[in-house]
């Protein structure tokens, strides 16, 4: 499966960015989608994640509450609504899947795309 992310970009403190996965070569349903931030000279960290079969969440506890992931089966794409933003937020945002769930560590997920960048600055 291939991911293209979409929707980055740079907002005020307080503003909302909606960013997509859209999926090709396969039906995103059939995986588990997590979208992962990064940031300068940091680790790669979860920050929320969509199961496959129940449609189950889980979300990083910084963002939760302000956050929130989900599936359009039409597009083929999985969104992830982010509200309030903070300077804190800022990060390459990626999105990945794997038909393994959600449990597995955030360095063995499978399918990767290429990133959107998200900037938070007055």
């Known amino acids: 499966v291939q991911l293209v992310e979409s929707g980055g970009g740079l907002v005020q403190p307080g503003g909302s960015l909606r960013l997509s996965c859209a999926a090709s070569?396969?039906?995103?349903?059939?995986?588990?989608i997590l979208w992962v931030r990064q940031a300068p000279g940091q680790e790669r960290e979860g920050v929320a994640c969509?199961?496959?079969?129940?449609?189950?969440?889980t979300y990083l506890d910084a963002v939760k509450g302000r956050f929130a992931i989900s599936r359009d089966n039409a597009r083929n794409a999985v969104d992830l609504q982010m509200n309030s933003l903070r300077v804190s937020d800022t990060a390459t945002y990626y999105c990945a899947a794997d038909t393994r769930g959600c449990a597995i560590s955030v360095m063995n997920w499978r399918f990767w795309g290429q990133g959107t960048q998200v900037t938070v600055s007055t």
């Open positions: 070569g396969s039906t995103l349903d059939n995986y588990a």
């Open positions: 969509i199961y496959s079969r129940n449609g189950g969440t």
